[in-house]
């Protein structure tokens, strides 16, 4: 049984119709009296809850009415119901322990998509165990490893695959979030449908609008033809917006108008488009200390992170890297066409000493970069010492300004100054050397003023 509490009859009436209509069992009732007398009989399923009980907007009613509800029925999820221009209540709502947030006026779809969510969470299921019974369940073909915190990764991943949960994926940089992300939409009912992936680490904040809403033509100089934008292509299916704390603050109000009303605007139009997407985030950046600073709107991270995976780093689970040594290898010898590439038992105890700061992408990196270089097929440790590039180990404390001396920006104009003349201002090479990804390197480009190329992938 599903419990609406709003003290509104037509709002009442509305979402008890629309649930009705869809299979559920639904009660409605108008205050927090009548409240607290139907969970003395019953224990409802779910409960959305208004925030507003009379003309005043301050959500006070609504707030006590919820903390009252999580202390004496703590495990009842709660989805809040307010409007766009109070979602700071919303806001303020999660953190006393609602699971979402809906706004007025919603979607129907939208509704009912979070209300089948929350209550698909809610079921428990027993876990797995192990990586073969959960290679029965779900298909997980690309991610290696037998790690118990790994196992226990896929199992989350597994379980919120088939609903429409919004996901944050956290972890260092190459510790596989891209895998996950797509592990998670090829798990889901929206499988055959479009997976798009975005770099926001890669987009300025003037390209913003137009590449993740469209534009129509004439909306800009350069705008000849009508464009798609990547939310209108992943329709249906999946959007992985990777690197989202990279996102200013701009654009981040931008993104969390999208996500809440799943309508947007074509740069250059005034027609509105509705959007039906599964959000998928990740970012290597600690988002609550962002929101703490204030460089990340509190509300979007709540609507961002109903569920959140992270991933450990390769050296918290160092069993996993003689298993991806030897995925990495298989696949190169057909890459490469040579059938008889191995690795040494040697090389593989060698391996899994590693720190490998750059994780998964690093281990892959120098598996790859020793087999063309290397003239034998059996691989040994020599030869990937001589392909070992920075980042195993810590750098000498000698290598480092004191400290009060620079600062971490000047810190980093510096280094990238110095690779982009070591590396005869190549983006390619010199994002690799800093480990960063092009697209990154280029907006701090920016931010200097380094004068620079733009290389085509």
Known sequence: MLLIVDDDLAIRTSLILLLKKEGFEVRGVGSPDETFDILK?????????????????????????????????????VILITGWGTIDLAVRGMKEGAIDFITKPWQNDHVLQSVRTILNLSQTLPLSGSRKKLEQQYHFENIVGQDPKLLDILETVGRVASTD???????????????????????????????????LGGISSTLFE???????????????????????????????????????????????????????????SSKSRTVD?????????????????????????????LITVKLPALRERPDDIPLLSEFFVNNLKTIYQRPNLRLSPAAMKWLRTLQLQGNIR??????????????SDTLDIADLQRNLSGGTQPSAQKNLPEVGAITLEEMEYQMITKAMQFHQNKVSKVARSLGITRFALYRRLEKYGISYEFEDV
Do not use: W
């Open 165 to 199: 949960a919004a996901v944050l994926i956290t972890g260092e940089s190459g510790t596989g979030k891209e895998l996950i992300a797509e592990a998670i939409h090829m798990n889901s009912k929206r499988k055959s449908r479009p997976f798009v992936k975005v770099n």
């Open 41 to 77: 009989t019953v224990t409802p399923e779910l409960i959305l809850l208004d925030l507003n009980f009379s003309i005043e907007t301050s959500g006070k009613e609504g707030m006590q009415l919820l903390q009252q509800i999580k202390k004496r029925y703590p495990a009842i999820p």
């Open 277 to 305: 997407v599964r959000v998928i985030c990740a970012t290597n950046r600690n988002l609550e200390e962002m929101v703490a600073q204030g460089t990340f709107r509190e509300d979007l991270y709540y609507r961002i992170n």
């Open 362 to 375: 690093q281990l892959k990196n120098l598996v790859e970069r020793t087999v063309l270089l290397s003239g």
């Open 210 to 268: 137009s590449e993740l809403f469209g534009h129509v033509r004439g909306a800009f100089t350069d705008a000849k033809t009508d464009r798609l934008g990547r939310f209108e292509m992943a329709h249906k299916g999946s959007i992985f917006l990777d690197e989202i704390g990279e996102l200013d603050l701009s654009s981040q109000v931008k993104l969390l108008r999208v996500l809440q009303e799943r309508t947007f605007e074509p740069l250059g």
